[in-house]
């Protein structure tokens, strides 16, 4: 089985933050992931931040670099502008959302703007194709394995992702999830409803149980009532909450590659520990020269060889 992973940053706003994200992706490069990305705050907030991170790791790595970017309260323009920048400075792989508009905001539509997701990802082939880019760019897009909060319905948020895959998007990552056997159900309606491009699961490893449950709240990922359980009481032990919430990424992982998941994307936090720990579980281990990754074990063929 060969496993292939991605992983997820936040852009630092301070240089502390800076030399934590190269510290990070540093950890993690060894691995080999397929790519790395570096979140893009809806309406603008981090483009400088966003632009200022991919251009250290573009600068100061072999990792190959995706660049998210959020169409909520931009023109095409602005847009057009953001696109540029990443080709100019080797992006070829952007991941494509609407974003969510500030809180009291209604939904963030701007006159000359682009709608949602999937309107952004045709924009994004037009763009490219128009200014005559010959780059071979890469559009990843997000699904919800738990039903995006705002769909209308749970076939509105699938008939959504298949438009943004329609539009020209390669492949979909989702939103994090604790309850595997709804990413499973999802993945199996989404091939029922003709969507054939990957969907690879995003994997959050729990950096705070406190923090994760007031994010997944916000997100829609419900937080089952065994995780309460398992975390009860950690928040004041850190090294406990650490190591339980490494082997619950674990189980987590491997129970999806057990179920013939090969590709994983993980939302980091800019912390390397856990992500390392769980891709270890996932018979990842570092390498020294570059190229994909490798192929892996199973957990139990490495400790048994
Ligand atoms: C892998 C991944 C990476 C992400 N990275 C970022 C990031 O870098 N920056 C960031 O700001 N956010 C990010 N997000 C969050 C994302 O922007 C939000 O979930 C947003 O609400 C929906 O974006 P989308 O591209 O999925 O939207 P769409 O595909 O356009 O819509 C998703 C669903 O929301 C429904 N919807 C209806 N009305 C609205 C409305 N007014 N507002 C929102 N949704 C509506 C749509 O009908 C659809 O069912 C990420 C999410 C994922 C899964």
Not at 62 to 77: F, P
Not at 195 to 201: D, G, L, Y
Request: hydrophobic residues 40%; negative net charge; proline residues 5%.
């Amino acid at each position: 089985m060969s496993i292939e992973v991605s992983f997820e940053f936040f852009p630092p706003a301070t240089d502390v933050g800076a030399e934590n994200l190269a510290r990070c992706a540093q950890a993690l490069a060894p691995l080999g992931p397929r790519f790395v990305s570096v979140t893009y705050g809806a309406g603008g907030t981090t483009q400088d931040r966003t632009h200022a991170a991919v251009g250290q790791l573009v600068a100061d790595t072999d990792l190959v670099v995706a660049g998210h970017l959020t169409c909520v309260g931009a023109t095409k323009e602005g847009v057009g502008e953001v696109i540029d920048r990443y080709l100019a400075v080797g992006v070829r792989h952007i991941v494509a959302l609407r974003g969510d508009a500030p809180v009291g905001e209604d939904d963030g539509a701007v006159a000359g703007g682009y709608r949602d997701a999937a309107e952004l990802v045709s924009g994004i082939r037009g763009h490219v194709e128009r200014n005559g880019s010959t780059a071979d760019v890469q559009i990843s897009v997000g699904a919800y394995p738990e039903v995006h909060p705002r769909a209308l319905s749970p076939q509105a948020d699938l008939d959504n992702l298949k438009r943004k895959l329609d539009a020209g998007a390669d492949r979909a990552i989702t939103q994090f999830f604790f309850d595997t056997d709804v990413y499973l159900r999802f993945v199996e309606k989404a091939r029922a409803s003709g969507i054939t491009a990957p969907i690879v699961p995003g994997i959050m490893p729990v950096t705070s149980f406190a923090g994760i449950s007031r994010f997944a709240e916000r997100c829609g990922t419900s937080i089952p009532v065994w995780m309460h359980e398992l975390f009860a009481d950690t928040d004041d032990d850190p090294g406990l909450q650490q190591l339980v919430s490494a082997s619950l990424a674990a189980a987590q992982c491997r129970r999806l590659a057990d179920e013939g998941i090969e590709e994983f994307h993980f939302y980091t936090m800019n912390r390397p520990e856990l992500t390392l720990s769980t891709c270890r579980m996932l018979g990842l281990t570092p390498r020294t020269t570059g190229g994909s990754a490798a192929d892996s074990f199973t957990s139990e063929e490495k400790l048994a060889s």
